[in-house]
């Protein structure tokens, strides 16, 4: 998938231009070509002014205050004896809550329950919470680094 940033002049054009193209790049879908009769998958470019309402939750993943949010909200799920924690969790927060986390991590939704407890006790967020939910999301999208 490729994303193309709007024209911007200097070094500090470039750096945005650039954001801008990584950020659509994340929205870009594969779309599905069939020449000859053959399915195949063929890679989707999106440009930046073309993103629509999503390119509203891209800019924030991109903010300094989504990732320090991220760094402070998430800390109890660092390290790695609780990867397994954030990955449900991202995974949960990515199939909106719902019992397809299950099968996404091809695990028994009994352990995925057993999973998103300790999550809630770690993080001390209620996650029927839509707000919560969307604040963790968005804090699971973050860059990790600058």
Excluded: K, Y
């Amino acid at each position: 998938m490729a994303g193309i940033g709007r024209p911007r002049q200097g070094p500090g054009g470039l750096a945005d231009t650039l954001t801008e193209a990584r950020n659509a790049a994340r929205f870009a879908t594969p779309r599905d070509v069939r020449p000859s009769g053959r399915p195949a998958v063929r890679p989707s470019v999106e440009h930046s002014d073309e993103l629509g309402v999503g390119g509203l939750p891209a800019a924030w993943q991109q903010s300094d205050i989504t990732r320090a949010f991220a760094e402070t909200a998430l800390a109890p799920l660092g390290g790695p004896e609780h990867a397994h924690l954030l990955t449900t969790l991202r995974v949960f927060l990515e199939h909106g809550g719902s019992a397809a986390t299950a099968r996404a991590l091809g695990l028994h939704r009994n352990t995925v329950a057993a999973r998103l407890r300790q999550v809630r006790e770690r993080l001390g967020v209620p996650l029927d919470d839509p707000s919560n939910r969307l604040a963790l999301q968005m804090a699971c999208r973050a860059p990790t680094s600058p």
